[in-house]
């Protein structure tokens, strides 16, 4: 008998979808793709008939965000039961769905390429990279739109984008090609933020960042990396040089610290630090023993950098259980599967040192108390629960916050010092200053940040057009 | 004596086959089952039949009974949990003694749970009939003897349920106690402001209910109360209830002068937190009792110190007694109604939406407590926060219903007040705009369909489709809500001033303490169990026990009252007759075989073997022994006869199942309570699972001996199942601990001997959990298939040793 399509264990539970449109309303696709794309109803074609969902080009347009499960009332996961289906369209040549998808997605999404190796995986399904390779090149050739699409694009406002990670990439794409001058600024001597910085090269090949980014080029946008607003020049400089609009996108590059004894030692470093040096070659010495401490992607991202570097025991420590981890769970599963082992409900109270340097790190048990804010399970210690673990490095990924203190003081910021938009214009509480990406909604994924990235544009050039309307009229009194 | 010949004499059995329609006879080929019955020892006459349960069916049995002089008789149809009293009610009009009858359950435990495997299930039917005969042959004839009942009952909970079953009963003219956790009775009722369909209001109906109650010379009132401790059976319950001070005592007259001089302030719980109290305080205006109540953990008084006597001073009639002390009162009662009622499901888990976070958001309670005249704001719908009316709401269903996130069944009254609240709102602010999103709105009873296209013509509307996450205006406080119009396909994102979250219902707090205390069953809702989800939707599984309202499944208040009404009449039956009569499965010593060693004594959960081991003496308190069998499992000497579940009858059932192919089969003991009826459950549910398992019953899985385990063993069977009800759950107190010290005590043993521990299996399941069952008979099949014949072998010449 031939197995069925979707297993009996997730056909059982996916039962009780009663299509309440919670997926499809929190899917950054869909906002992308608009009418094209719905996880909901493509989740009820796929149960109720599977075989025609296989060649549907809405199965490869899912960006593995999980923003759908995470909401989901009942916990389904769609990212992974079209997974299914898509494995199955592979063993029977199906091809056809995932081409089409890519040209959708070259038609309605910026940077569709990076899209397609940071967010989609289509490497996932089983089949060989290099028919995936083939089909992705041949879309990277293709050079997308020249400037200017629209007719009167005689635009004379200028705009300014600070900070080059996808959100800020995806604006200054969309307002070039619409006729807007625009000027990247970047503190780090190269584009890409997080993409580069933190992304590791075995999720996106830095060719394909470097293209793109050449791409943007071609279009006309300024990049001034190693350009850091507050110390090179300052945010009041920028809005005197004339740009009529101001898009901030630094994302989350501070990492938190874990306020506990020993963080300054040796070989305790920061993982967004730690994924930078590996992308740049920089040397990294880890020892044998590698300890990583937090439950989100860059936890994941730094536990399989770290064994790729050579490390020989790789042991991620997460205060919570498996359930409420952060990091998408088909990460998790990866990283697993690649020999990280992870460690729930452990909290590091101290670490230890010889001679300046980390030696192992104290821990205490943790367990599941009531729900706190995060509408998590508050992780409580289990007195007398300590052990100690012996390390050679500890690497903390607990969490990331974003830098605002080079922007005016009046700017909203809510309690987690996140910067407070309109959610459907991106508009801050300044005129004409727009933000995006994580530095709004903490750290999220590249899809999210793209999104961000396309609707401060367009709301960018309502704004631009309302105020040279105004302007206009204003001249004909 | 009759009785006795009719022991003596040489069985003469007859066999039933039941079809039950295509119920078993779609699976199992009931004729062949008939003709190998008919091939048994001591059978006589052997038939089947479409439905042995109907009068005709009933009488084939006694018409056989007398005309072919039967003194034994087996039935292979359903679970003898539904069908056994019919039968031997049977057995009794045919002249039989009632005791002298068995089933075979060939459609719970066999055609229902194995549909697809046609052959393997008639081979299986077979067995459970070739069993029943080996049983009922060694089967003797008994006497039940009668319990008197006392006529007086206790109704825990003073809500609508508890308070209509205490009229009832009252009326009917037996003594109620009623006690209720609160300062007042009235529950959830008294906060709702209007009720659906007919939109009365809801306080108006349910005062004059709760001063009936608090007056009548029959019920007696224990507010602030909450029971202890339950001994004792059907018929004769011995209760003890704490009942907390209210430091005020019946001189109050309820002036509120205290209260206005009290100097603390805390959120009020019966206005859902949108008011404020005092330390000393009425609930509600209405409350039963009136007086007045001082919150010991608010009051600046604490024992011994006294901070603050303002209240003293206030009060003219001096009813305020810091000196009231708690006090446990002791009640002996014959029948108890647990009307626990339910509790509001916490919607601040629903981080998406913002309860608690945002201020215009809240759940349907607190809005009945706003659109109330008596609550915080007059009846004014106001947004919370800048006290504004606001131009246009949203209601959002389903919160924590119908989800794993929070619960998994349907809350059922939420679809209903929500559109009884909308059409509130249009009734007095008919500009409002009112969103309602929805998941499907069940509008199924009596008048609900016509309340729903009510709301619509007042221009409700109903969007389907939930939203995935509400945003604040920050400057505003309004709400963006931005989900899925899934009938539209199109996204909305819609702005309103105020949110309502129909917030489900959830079982109540206290209800784990009050399932111990009364050794109920849970659903996997967390809900109360019935004993029959249909012909006995208000009795539990403990004789004397019954249920009403919410404590059982989430009903609306007419839904409540019928069930408080039901269940009175059911105690009330039982109190009628006065008495009732025991099941006779209580053990008889057999004096010639007993050491007096006390073991027995020891093991015994309810203290009713008396052991003398100077003068030589054992005695059996009848009255007080329930039957669960421990004391017979645990006795070395067979000195202890457990009537109807005897060791030679079990015996004769584990021969009869292992005569053939013994090591491709697994021998499951289950306890009638719990594992047995999971097992039923499984089968009500058509749970698929192997069926290589037969199932022997008894009352406990404390009656099964180390000795029926080891005997099915050494007859080379290949795994062994024990299953019961979870610890503490236990029926018989707590008889399953010495289920687990037996099976315990054997896994040593095989891990001695070189025996795979692993075909030794111990199962904790409830009554609720068919599935647990079936997969655990799944789970022992797939080890089953690696057991080799060398170990079948071993362990046979092992235990046949010992």
Not at chain 1, 15 to 35: N, W
Not at chain 2, 75 to 102: I, M, Q, W
Not at chain 2, 405 to 431: A, F, Q, R
Not at chain 2, 635 to 652: D, G, K, W, Y
């Amino acid at each position: 008998m031939e197995s069925p399509i979707i297993p009996k264990v997730i056909r059982e539970k996916t039962k009780y979808c009663f299509e309440c449109g919670i997926c499809t309303a929190s899917c950054p696709m869909v906002e992308l793709l608009s009418t094209h794309y719905n996880p909901r109803s493509l989740l009820q074609k796929a149960l109720n008939e599977p075989e025609k969902t296989l060649d549907d080009d809405k199965l490869w347009l899912c960006a593995w965000c999980y923003k759908c499960y995470k909401r989901c009332p009942q916990g389904l996961k769609p990212p992974e039961i079209f997974q299914l289906l898509k494995n199955r369209a592979m063993k029977l040549g199906l091809f056809n769905g995932f081409k089409r998808a890519t040209s959708i997605m070259k038609e309605k999404v910026p940077f569709p390429l990076i899209c397609w190796y940071a967010c989609f995986h289509p490497e996932r399904a089983e089949i060989g990279d290099k028919k995936i390779t083939e089909v992705l090149k041949k879309l990277a050739k293709q050079p997308k739109l020249a400037k200017g699409i629209e007719e009167d694009s005689n635009h004379k406002d200028k705009v300014a984008i600070i900070g080059s990670g996808p959100a800020g990439l995806t604006a200054a794409s969309i307002l070039a090609e619409i006729g807007y001058p625009v000027t990247i600024f970047e503190a780090l001597p190269e584009a890409g933020g997080m993409l580069r910085k933190s992304m590791p090269k075995y999720r996106l090949p830095r060719k394909v960042l470097e293209s793109e980014i050449q791409r943007l080029r071609d279009l006309g946008v300024k990049l001034r990396t190693g350009t850091k607003v507050s110390k090179d020049i300052s945010f009041d400089e920028i809005k005197q040089d004339g740009y009529k609009a101001i898009f901030v996108a630094v994302g989350a590059h501070k990492s938190r610290k874990l306020g506990i004894e020993g963080e300054e030692l040796e070989r305790v470093v920061d993982a967004l630090d730690f994924l930078w040096k590996v992308n740049t070659q920089q040397q990294v010495n880890l020892g044998k023993k590698v300890g990583i401490i937090g439950g989100g992607n860059v936890a994941i991202d730094a536990a399989r950098t770290a064994l790729l570097q050579g490390a020989k025991e790789v042991i991620i420590l997460y205060r919570r259980s498996r359930e409420e981890m952060l990091a998408n769970p088909w990460e998790v599963a990866e990283a697993e599967k690649e020999g990280v082992k992870i460690k729930f409900l452990v909290t590091p109270v101290r670490i230890s040192e010889k001679e300046g340097r980390v030696q192992g790190l104290k821990c205490v048990r943790m367990k599941l108390g009531v729900l706190d804010e995060t509408g998590r399970k508050k992780p409580m210690p289990i007195e007398g629960s300590e052990f100690s673990l012996k390390l050679d490095t500890v690497i903390v990924a607990i969490g990331e916050t974003t830098e605002t203190t080079f922007l005016p003081e009046n700017l909203e910021v809510d309690k987690g010092g996140w910067v407070q938009v309109n959610p459907f214009t991106m508009e801050t509480n300044i005129a004409g200053v727009f933000a995006g990406g994580d530095m709004v909604t903490g750290p999220a994924t590249v899809i999210e940040a793209i999104l961000a990235g396309k609707k401060a544009a367009y709301s960018i050039n309502q704004y631009l057009t309302r105020i040279r309307k105004k302007e206009e009229n204003h001249c004909g009194d | 004596m009759v009785i006795e010949e009719k022991a003596k004499e040489e069985p003469r059995i007859g066999v039933y086959v039941c079809h039950c329609g295509l119920n078993i006879a779609g699976t199992i080929d009931c004729e062949e089952v008939t003709k190998f019955a008919a091939t048994l020892p001591h059978v006589v006459v052997a038939k089947d039949n479409r439905y042995t349960c109907s009068d005709q069916g009933q009488e084939v049995i006694k018409n056989d009974i007398k005309e072919n002089n039967l003194n034994r008789v087996v039935v292979a149809s359903c679970s003898p949990r539904l069908h056994e009293p019919t039968f031997r009610k049977t057995c009794e009009d045919a002249g039989l003694n009632k005791y002298l009858f068995e089933m075979a359950n060939i459609r719970e435990h066999c055609s229902w749970v194995h549909l697809h495997e046609k052959e393997t299930a008639t081979e299986k039917a077979k067995d459970l009939v070739k069993a029943a005969v080996a049983k009922v042959a060694l089967l003797e004839p008994a006497i039940e003897t009668e319990v008197p009942i006392l006529r007086k009952a206790l109704v825990i909970g003073g809500g609508v349920a508890g308070i209509q079953a205490a009229l009832d009963l009252a009326d009917t003219g037996y003594k109620v106690y009623l006690v209720e956790k609160q300062p007042s009775i009235g529950g959830r009722m008294a906060q709702i402001d209007k009720t659906f369909p007919t939109m009365d209001c809801s306080i108006c109906i349910l005062a004059p209910k709760m001063s009936d109650a608090g007056h009548h010379p029959n019920i007696e009132l224990l507010t602030n109360s909450e029971v202890q401790e339950v001994k004792g059976y059907i018929g004769n319950f011995k209760i003890k209830v704490l009942r907390k001070p209210r430091y005020v005592t019946d001189d109050c007259s309820a002036c509120n002068e205290c209260s206005e001089d009290c100097p603390v302030t805390a959120p009020n719980e019966f206005d859902a937190g949108l008011a404020t109290r005092k330390a000393i305080y009425t609930p509600f205006a209405q409350a039963v009792p009136s007086t007045y109540i001082i919150d010991h953990d608010l009051c600046l008084n604490k024992e011994n110190v006294m901070a603050c006597d303002k209240c003293i001073q206030a009060c003219e009639r001096q009813a305020i007694n810091f000196d009231m002390k708690a006090e446990t009162v002791e009640l002996e009662v014959g029948t108890i109604i647990v009307a626990t009622g339910a509790d509001i499901y916490d919607a601040s888990a629903y981080l998406n939406y913002g309860y608690t976070r945002y201020p215009n958001v809240i759940t349907s309670l607190e809005f009945e407590r706003l659109i109330n005249a008596g609550g915080p704001s007059g009846g004014s719908l106001i947004r919370p926060n800048d006290l504004e009316v606001p131009k246009s709401v949203a209601f959002i269903q389903c919160v924590g219903s119908r989800s794993e996130k929070g619960n998994l069944y349907c809350s059922n009254v939420c679809c209903m007040n929500t559109i009884k609240d909308s059409l509130l709102i249009k009734e007095h602010w008919p500009d409002v705009k009112i969103y309602v999103f929805y998941l499907d709105i069940r509008a199924f009873g009596k008048g609900f369909e016509d309340l729903y296209r009510r709301a619509k013509e007042e221009g409700v509307i109903f969007v389907r489709g939930l939203p995935a996450e509400i945003i604040e205006d920050s400057k505003t406080h309004n709400l963006w809500l931005i989900g899925e119009n899934t009938l539209q396909k199109e996204i909305y994102k819609v702005n309103v001033d105020m949110v309502i979250l129909s917030v489900g219902i959830e079982p109540c707090i206290d209800s784990d303490i009050i399932q111990r205390l009364f050794t109920l069953s849970k659903t996997s809702d967390g809900f109360f169990m019935e004993a029959h989800p249909k012909l006995k939707p208000v009795d539990t599984p403990t004789g004397g026990v019954f249920l009403a309202g919410c404590a059982e499944s989430p009903k609306d208040i007419k839904d409540s009252v019928t069930q408080a009404s039901a269940s009175a009449a059911r105690a009330g039956i039982l109190m009628g007759q006065g008495k009732v009569t025991v099941e006779a499965i209580t053990p008889k010593t057999i004096p010639e075989n007993c050491q007096f060693c006390g073991l027995c004594a020891q093991v015994c959960p309810y203290n009713a073997i008396v052991v003398d081991k100077e003068k030589k003496i054992v005695e059996i308190i009848e009255a007080a022994c329930a039957g669960c069998g421990t004391c017979g499992a645990e006795c070395p000497f067979e000195a202890l006869h457990m009537r109807h579940f005897t060791n030679a009858q079990i015996h004769a059932q584990i021969d009869a199942l292992t005569e053939m192919n013994a090591d491709k089969k697994i021998i499951a003991f289950c306890c009638n309570w719990c594992a047995y009826a999971g097992a039923d459950f499984a089968g009500v549910s058509r749970m698929q699972y192997p069926p290589n398992v037969r199932i022997i019953r008894t009352m406990c899985s404390g009656r099964v001996s180390q000795k029926f385990i080891e005997h099915a063993f050494a007859k080379g069977v290949g795994a062994v199942l024990v299953a019961g009800c979870h610890p503490g759950d236990c029926h018989y107190i707590n008889a399953n601990h010495q289920t687990q010290k037996r099976v315990e005590r054997l896994w040593k043993k095989m891990e001695r001997i070189g025996v795979n521990k692993e075909r030794l299996q111990l199962l904790w399941a409830s009554a609720a959990e068919g599935e647990r069952v079936a997969s655990k008979v799944r789970e022992m099949q797939t080890n089953l298939k690696k057991l080799t014949l060398d170990e079948v072998e071993k362990s046979k010449a092992a235990f046949s040793r010992s």
